[in-house]
């Protein structure tokens, strides 16, 4: 079992930053995939940006050149750096991973994990 922990949400007046933590930990074999959606009220969850396994990065057109993500491959950990943010912003943010752990009959697979999410708001 593997849990993916948020940190570093809270209010922020527009124009300011915001950096968010995300740390896996459990029984990982290794952490391929790493990124960060988000769900604004009333509206569908989001991709905001991913770090892949191959070390690219993909954001989504609303946060491209103001958030930037990061990873530790090492530390199991990513983190979206959050600038000039926007009251569009506003949401509740959640860690996801692709994690390959050892499954049933000890097999080796990939699974798709969640954090709990951390609220982000943005004051105009």
């Known amino acids: 079992q593997v849990h993916l922990v948020e940190s570093g949400g809270g209010l922020v007046q527009a124009g300011g930053s915001l950096r968010l933590s995300c740390a896996a930990s459990g029984s990982i074999f290794s952490v391929v995939n790493m990124g960060w959606f988000r769900q604004a009220p009333g509206k569908q969850r989001e991709l905001v940006a991913i770090a892949t396994g191959g070390g690219s990065t993909n954001y989504a057109d609303s946060v491209k050149g103001r958030f930037t993500i990061s990873r530790d491959i090492a530390k199991n950990t990513v983190s979206l750096q959050m600038n000039s943010l926007k009251p569009d912003d506003t949401a509740v943010y959640y860690c996801?991973?692709?994690?390959?752990?050892?499954?049933?009959?000890?097999?080796?697979?990939?699974?798709?994990?969640w954090g709990q999410g951390t609220q982000v708001t943005v004051s105009s």
């Open positions: 996801n991973a692709d994690i390959r752990e050892r499954g049933s009959y000890g097999r080796l697979s990939l699974y798709n994990y």
